[in-house]
Structures are given as structure tokens and as C-alpha cells.
């Protein structure tokens, strides 16, 4: 399928869903997490599409902003540091307190009880905010 974004006049390409995740469930999210902003949104949109294809320009906005807060690895990064993550989330008006992130990261199975975020995927943002199961 074939999305045009009207905001940024820019289109996303989306494959059919594969199962291209392999292993355990914590190498399969570990293998997602490890994927491209741009790959972790087609990824989500993929799975989720009958319920949130309303919701792909969001992504790509997501997306992009991902792209321009890792002044590190810009498109080639796949996750923000806790900071940065913080930023992302004041961007889009969806400001947390470090407690209610490290919860929220906690509910998506990205970290243990007593572990603190070293990267935040955008995949885990999206599963929170969206109330989806990875695992679909």
C-alpha cells in the first residue's frame, strides 16, 4: 500500500506483513527494537492498519522527528536516549514525568521492574499510546 502524508506531501510504502521477527518473544522485541524509526512505524501500521491507518501521518511525523532529535544516527537510529525521549514526547504535546515513562515502558515489557531506559524505541511509545499488543 502506498500513503500519501498531505502535512510533509511525502508518500510511505508499506509492505504486506511478514513475519519477519524470529525466536523467543524477548529476541523478537529485541529484533524490532533494533529496527529503523521509519521500519518500526511501517511495522506498526502493518499490524495494526485496520485499526489506527487513520493514524499514518502521525507516524511519519513521529518519524521524522525521531530522525531529527538523534543527532547521532538521524534515519539509521532506531531508539532515543531517555532525554531525547522526553524531548520527543514535549514535541507532541505528551509530556511525561520520568516516573510515568519509565511506567509506561514498563507496561510495553521494555524494561523490568527495577531496570532504567537506556533507549526508547519508537515502537514502545506506539504500543503504549495505541494500546497494542506487540505480539498480534
Known amino acids: 500500500a502506498l500513503i500519501r502524508c498531505s502535512n510533509t506531501n511525502t508518500f510511505i510504502i508499506m509492505a504486506m506483513a511478514s513475519n519477519d521477527l ?6 523478537k522485541l529485541k529484533q524490532l527494537c533494533s529496527k529503523t524509526y521509519k521500519e518500526q512505524a511501517v511495522w506498526f501500521l ?3 492498519y485496520d485499526k489506527h491507518s487513520d493514524a499514518a501521518e502521525t ?4 518519524v521524522l522527528k525521531c530522525n531529527e532529535i538523534d543527532i547521532q544516527k538521524h534515519e539509521e537510529g532506531c531508539a ?3 532525554m531525547q525521549a522526553h ?3 514535549e514535541r507532541f504535546n505528551e509530556t511525561q514525568t520520568v516516573r510515568d ?3 509506561m515502558l514498563r507496561e510495553t515489557g521494555a524494561l523490568g521492574e ?4 537506556k ?6 511509545h506506539l504500543l503504549y499510546k495505541y494500546k497494542e499488543d506487540w505480539h498480534h
Open 59 to 62: 507516524l511519519w511525523e513521529y
Open 101 to 103: 515513562m519509565r511506567i
Open 119 to 124: 533507549a526508547v524505541p519508537l515502537i514502545h
Open 46 to 48: 502493518n499490524a495494526f
Open 80 to 82: 532515543l536516549d531517555e
Open 87 to 89: 524531548v520527543f514526547l
Open 114 to 117: 527495577k531496570e532504567r531506559p
Open 22 to 27: 524470529k525466536g523467543t518473544d524477548d529476541e
